[in-house]
């Protein structure tokens, strides 16, 4: 896995009118990385994804794929990536054969290779035996599935996929994540979403984007270590007095839950796990579970998007944790 | 690249129902106004033998015939292009063409060249109407082909205009209206001033007037240039609006 510089985005930016969607965003995506781009409905992340994929002119700053400037050389640029909307682009009155030849030929495939590239993205994305059906009479999942192959046809080294996970099935979903962890070993896949755990499950490099600015740069394993914060979850049949736990070595402070569990915030390099298990058992305090209380990646992205400002926030998060949960 | 844009829009056209109805509709018509002019020529045809320098079969049949059909396609051609680009907005794949490599250039002459194909062929079934009578007649082939050139022209100038209408909009039926109502006031611009001598730059606009001077087998290169004027005016334009697409949002 080589770790040339794919994407380079300096101080972009865009505006609509008076609103400014997108505030001077830098980043850069090298090859075999996976970059989630995070952040709530209206952040500026659709409007990244179009510019980048040329389909959006920036008001301000530079976009280079590949090394090829995309508004001096747009051509170049745009033979380098493959784009998936949030819409996929399909022709509802072709059937997928047709319509990935001609995806194919728009991306400048010779000829005498269009039929092994098509067979390749339909091998790709699960499209085996739907290639004589017209894309109008496919299910969503399948349709979504098209958009991919679309997006990756001409075997692109930067791929752009825009909620490629919206509408499908929990097994589909699972499929998707699975190629798009496939495509991130060849290519430099962007993958925009506001579904946090799929960025767990699928990203090398997580960003987050709020009211156009970016708010969080930082690869995964430095999330984990964002959202390592030391605490436990713990509940009991007959829970101790609060002071009991909050006396223990290394706990610095007790908090009750609504629903009778109670959190507890230790110092990082002191757990208290093992003598609130010995505790429970010698006074039997009916302790029936103990969790460590990682900060969800939902936590971070409140904290993250909230402090702006806060009661906008507010109003975004139940919709998170609607979808979350769903 | 232009080409395969064009052959992909010259395809999609017969998979829905649109084209094939089209054909069939003008060839229909046509083919009515054709035999009842004929069977007009059929009548006097005595009294012209009789006559000096009288007008010919060509003559009579021809002018009349390409005369309706450039009315009849003036209502159709903006039904063939309303979709072009509208449709594409509205069902969100003009993303595809956007990203691929293509220069707006491409977008939009691959997209004209696609309806110039479905008019050619269009033009070939009107074609074979009079030439069918060259099985037991003799035809004046120049003014024929002055006569098809002028329609080939006309056509070329009503799809631009069709192509520009479509970008305007993302609904379908207002391109195709606003494309019929341009075309329209081009045709019956002539009307307006007619005696005064003010009046008359307005009807060298029409496009009327540039059509009739070929069905009467004048090819007058002033009237080409206004036609191949019109069309790159026009596809000028629609490149501007989809660059300005893409800037604007």
Redesign the interface.
Known sequence: MSHNTLVEIRNLS?F?GALQAVKDVSFSIRQGEVLGFLGPNGAGKT?TM?II?????PSGGSVTIAGHDLLED???A??Q???L?E?P??????TVDEYLD??A????VPRAQRVQARDNAKERCGLHGVGRRLIGNLSKGFQQRVGIA?AIIHLPPVVILDEPTVGLDPIQIREIRALIRELGKEHGVILSTHILPEVQATCDHVQIINKGELVLNESIEGLEHHMKAASLTVAFRHPPAQETLEKLPGVKSVRPETDGRLHVFHEAEQNPTDTILRLAMENSWGLYEIRPGRLSLEQVFLELTMDAAADDAQAHAPAITAELSS | MILTVALREFKSLFLSPLAWSILAVVQLILGFLFLSRLEVFQLYQPQLMAMDSAPGLTEIVLPDLLGNAAVILLLIVPLLTMRLVAEERRNRTLALLFSAPLSMTEIVLGKYLGILLFLLVLLGMIALMPLSLLAGASLDLGLMASGFLGLALLLAGFAAVGLFMSTLTQYTTVAAISSFGALLLFWILDWSGQGTAGGNWLAYLSLFNHYKPFLEGVFDSADAAYHVLLIVTFLVLSIRRLDADRLGG
Do not use: D, M, V, W
């Not at chain 1, 994929?53 to 002119?57: D, F, R």
């Not at chain 1, 682009?89 to 072709?94: A, C, V």
């Not at chain 1, 030929?105 to 400048?108: C, E, I």
């Open positions: 865009r609509y409007t179009q994929s040329g389909n959006l002119a747009p051509r170049a745009k033979s990536i493959g784009y909307p819409q682009p399909l022709y509802r009155e072709l001609y995806c030929a728009l991306n400048h679309q």
